[in-house]
């Protein structure tokens, strides 16, 4: 499976516009996002994430549940920017970026809400490789063929196995991060 986003954007992350209006709507759609990191991460398929741009939030979230990450050259910025816009990291982000990115990257990911350019991104762990744009797509189509020829009962297996740990992590968050986040509009709803 190939995760790729659209012109210049892998993923913005959550619909700002139901976030904003909050409500039963907004953390529907935080579990199902949250939800799906834990999926992609026990798919039992080799899942490549082609990220052709911008990611942001939730999107670095989901690139990163992919079983490998290839980036797109360009002028293209890479963040987790929960904090620069108030909100603490959810449990479930954290632990996704705890995954992959290295010690010190990871602090400054959740806690400054760094901006990594595509060559930082390379060297913290965003990507696993940074090719041209032109060949974005046909590296990710060529890792996918080569991924193919794996057994795919022993990939499952092996995949489950590495990953058990982060995995039941997520969904024992997903609760926590919900109630976090559905406090949070109670009181952005109280009058002051």
Same mark, same amino acid.
């Given at each position: 499976? $190939?995760?790729?986003?659209?012109?210049?954007?892998?993923?913005?992350?959550?619909?700002?516009?139901? +976030?904003?209006?909050?409500?039963?709507?907004?953390?529907?759609?935080?579990? !199902?996002?949250?939800?799906?990191?834990?999926? $992609?991460?026990?798919?039992?398929?080799? #899942?490549?994430?082609?990220?052709?741009?911008?990611? +942001?939030?939730?999107? #670095?979230?989901?690139?990163?549940?992919?079983?490998?990450?290839?980036?797109?050259?360009?002028?293209?910025?890479?963040?987790?920017?929960?904090?620069?816009?108030?909100?603490?990291?959810?449990?479930? !982000?954290?632990? +996704?970026?705890?995954?992959?990115?290295?010690?010190?990257?990871?602090?400054?990911? *959740?806690?400054?809400?760094?901006?990594?350019?595509?060559?930082?991104?390379?060297?913290?762990?965003?990507?696993?490789?940074? *090719?041209?744009? #032109?060949?974005?797509?046909?590296? !990710?189509?060529?890792?996918?063929?080569?991924?193919?020829?794996?057994?795919?009962?022993?990939?499952?297996?092996?995949?489950?196995?590495?990953?058990?740990?982060?995995?039941?992590?997520?969904?024992?968050? $997903?609760?926590?991060?919900?109630?976090?986040?559905?406090? +949070?509009?109670?009181?952005?709803?109280?009058?002051?």
């Amino acid at each position: 499976m $190939i995760l790729t986003g659209r012109e210049s954007v892998f993923s913005a992350g959550f619909d700002l516009h139901v +976030m904003k209006r909050g409500g039963i709507n907004a953390l529907r759609m935080l579990r !199902a996002g949250y939800a799906l990191t834990a999926r $992609i991460l026990a798919y039992p398929y080799p #899942v490549i994430a082609a990220c052709n741009g911008h990611v +942001m939030a939730m999107g #670095v979230f989901l690139m990163l549940s992919a079983d490998y990450v290839i980036g797109s050259r360009g002028d293209f910025k890479i963040a987790a920017n929960e904090v620069a816009i108030g909100l603490t990291m959810p449990r479930v !982000a954290a632990a +996704m970026l705890r995954h992959r990115l290295k010690p010190a990257d990871f602090q400054r990911a *959740v806690v400054l809400s760094e901006f990594f350019d595509v060559d930082s991104a390379l060297r913290a762990g965003f990507f696993d490789r940074l *090719v041209d744009p #032109v060949d974005l797509m046909p590296s !990710a189509e060529a890792c996918a063929n080569n991924y193919a020829a794996l057994d795919l009962r022993a990939h499952a297996a092996s995949k489950r196995r590495i990953r058990a740990a982060l995995i039941r992590k997520i969904r024992f968050s $997903i609760p926590r991060d919900l109630l976090d986040a559905a406090l +949070m509009g109670l009181r952005g709803s109280r009058p002051r």
